[in-house]
């Protein structure tokens, strides 16, 4: 099977992978976007906190650090769920995440990659499968069952 590129030339394409095209600068786009989806859960994050804590006058400090991998996980669950599959940062940078199968990504699969893409923090070599696949999915990627694109439209 063959795709035609931006080119006009065609490219030898595997079944169940995407065009050339829809990975092309994924990678370095996916940083981009990490580094604004980091800054903006991270303010939710401290305006929740500082909400609830004057709320609480002071008693919930104990439980509230475990606050951003909750906002975390709902922020890409929401967003990447939702109707334009991509959390603010992927929007800037034209990324989409889709099953790999091609379908929106449901609530669950979102959020379970965005959970995993914070753990695999505390083992960096894991980000490192994105070099060996072929399809440049990370392994939180891969268990998530979701792949990143480029934004087709």
């Not at 080119?7 to 580094?35: K, N, W």
């Not at 475990?66 to 669950?77: E, I, T």
């Not at 893409?117 to 499968?129: I, R, T």
């Amino acid at each position: 099977m063959y795709d035609a590129g931006g080119d006009g030339r065609l490219y030898p394409v595997s079944p169940g992978l995407p065009p050339r095209e829809a990975l092309a600068g994924v990678r370095t786009r996916r940083i981009l976007a990490l580094c604004l989806d980091f800054f903006v859960v991270a303010l939710l994050s401290a305006g929740l906190w500082l909400g609830l804590l004057v709320l609480s006058f002071g008693l919930s400090a104990f439980l509230l650090p475990p606050l951003f991998p909750v906002v975390a996980f709902f922020y890409n669950g929401l967003t990447v769920s939702g109707w334009r599959r991509a959390t603010p940062g992927m929007r800037a940078m034209d990324l989409e995440v889709r099953l790999a199968d091609g379908a929106p990504a449901p609530f669950l699969n979102a959020a379970v990659q965005g959970v995993l893409f914070y753990v695999s923090w505390l083992f960096p070599p894991l980000l490192l499968v994105t070099f060996i696949t072929s399809d440049k999915r990370c392994l939180h990627d891969i268990l998530a069952d979701v792949i990143v694109l480029r934004r087709a439209d």
